[in-house]
Each structure stands twice: as C-alpha cells, then as structure tokens.
C-alpha cells in the first residue's frame, strides 16, 4: 500500500470523526462532500494500483500450456470507480480506461437487468476489466439501453424505466446508507434540544416498559425516593 492511499485513509478517517461532532448542517455538509471528494480520489488511486500489479504479474506469469508461443495469461480487473449524470430519459454511467477505443467493439460490451449492470472490457492491453453496480435505485429497460466507445472512456446509457423520474442515487444501498447518515444527525439535534430531564424521564419509562421484573423495581424505588426528597424539600422551605 503506497504513502498517499494511507494518507488519503487517514484524511477520511479524521474527516469522518469531525463530521460526527459537527452540529450545523451547513459544516455537516462541507465535510460529507469532502469526504466523497476524498473517498473518489482514494479509488481512482487504488485502481491506478490495481493495473500496475496486474501488469507486472502478467509481466511475469509464465506462458499458459494451452496459449500461442508468447502469449500471456489475461488478469481481471474489477472498477470501483465511475461517475454518472442523467437526462429525462436515460441515466449515463462513464467509465475512464486509457486506449479503451482500440479494443475491437465485441470486446466492449454490457450484461444488464433490470435491477444491475456489468460493464465488461475484453483484452485490454492483456487485462480484462469488469465494473459491477448492482441494486439500482429504479428500474430500467434494457433493450433500450445501450453503450459507447469514446477516447479513453466508455460510456454506458441506462434508459430509465420511468422517463422524468429525477435518480437521487445510483443504488439503493448509496440512498440507504445517505438517509441514515441524515437520520442520525437528525436525532443528534433533537436531542441536543430536547430537555435532558424529559431525556431521562424517558429513557427511565423505556427502561421500565422493557426491562425484567429487578428492573422495573429498581426503578419504582429510584422514582418513589426521589419523589419523597421532592416532598421533605418543600416540607422544610415550609418550616
């Protein structure tokens, strides 16, 4: 593992902690995107990482018993790293892998579902590449989805099941996990606003509703003693 990816590890570690302490959506917000920019940055470098060690693997491999005299035994690479816009119509994948306009067109080709898509690239510069995105957020049609060959990238139109339909998120694991992520905030700040003797008085009736039967006495004795010091206080401001 090189010095910058257990940098960037690190970045986004330290990143994630300040985020758990920050209170205003606004810092909150800073941070997150932050965090992606990094998270982004620390893909794309442990792909770059990928290629090289399959490059100098294959560099190395002996020839396979059942290849052509000189040939060498192709590595499969998996991507991580993609970005992806949408139109009303389609939902559009790019992927970036250099030289992929000289791999013949058969060797660039796409397995899709309705629910998933596998972006497979045979033989490029002796290596095969593979990108996997399952669990997308919406349906989408496959017969009318289709990809293409650009420079250096290949990108791949997901034709949107329901035209007009605005995705939030490529998958619904990305939205799961987002909408906790704000949902624990959200609590966060209401508690923070919540009065912290009703905080208490809560947690003690939830306690109680769920707890055996030593607890709830527990806490009956708790209450029953803390209500007669209320009462024996205001007896002796009395006196």
């Known amino acids: 593992m090189s010095a910058k990816i257990t940098e960037l590890k690190s970045d986004i570690e330290e990143l994630n902690d300040l985020l758990k302490l920050a209170k205003r959506k606004k810092v909150q917000d800073v941070l997150s995107l932050?965090?992606?920019?990094?998270?982004?940055?620390?893909?794309?470098?442990?792909?770059?990482?990928?290629?090289?060690?399959a490059a100098a693997a294959a560099d190395s491999a002996p020839t396979t018993s059942n290849a052509p005299s000189g040939?060498?035994?192709?590595?499969?690479?998996?991507?991580?790293?993609?970005?992806?816009?949408?139109?009303?119509?389609?939902?559009?994948?790019f992927v970036t892998l250099k030289n992929v306009q000289n791999v013949p067109k058969e060797q660039v080709y796409c397995k899709l579902t309705e629910h998933s898509m596998e972006l497979h690239v045979d033989n490029l510069e002796n290596k095969d590449y593979v990108l996997v995105i399952n669990k997308l957020l919406e349906?989408?049609?496959?017969?009318?989805?289709?990809?293409?060959?650009?420079?250096?990238?290949?990108?791949?139109?997901?034709?949107?099941?329901?035209?007009?339909?605005?995705?939030?998120?490529?998958?619904?694991?990305?939205?799961?996990?987002?909408?906790?992520h704000k949902n624990r905030f959200k609590t966060d700040d209401m508690m923070d606003k919540k009065?912290?003797?009703?905080?208490?008085?809560?947690?003690?009736?939830?306690?109680?509703?769920?707890?055996?039967?030593?607890?709830?006495?527990?806490?009956?004795?708790?209450?029953?003693?803390?209500?007669?010091?209320?009462?024996?206080?205001?007896?002796?401001?009395?006196?």
């Open 139 to 180: 349906p989408i049609v496959v017969e009318d989805s289709h990809w293409k060959q650009k420079t250096d990238m290949v990108v791949i139109f997901l034709a949107k099941a329901q035209p007009n339909v605005k995705w939030s998120h490529m998958t619904s694991l990305e939205k799961k996990a987002d909408d906790q």
């Open 195 to 239: 009065d912290p003797q009703e905080s208490i008085m809560s947690l003690m009736k939830n306690m109680y509703e769920t707890g055996d039967d030593e607890m709830k006495r527990m806490i009956s004795k708790a209450w029953y003693e803390g209500q007669q010091k209320k009462k024996t206080g205001i007896d002796s401001m009395e006196l």
């Open 71 to 93: 040939s060498q035994k192709r590595y499969q690479i998996k991507l991580n790293g993609y970005g992806w816009d949408q139109s009303e119509k389609y939902v559009k994948v």
């Open 34 to 53: 932050e965090i992606r920019k990094l998270e982004t940055e620390l893909i794309s470098l442990k792909d770059k990482e990928s290629e090289k060690a």
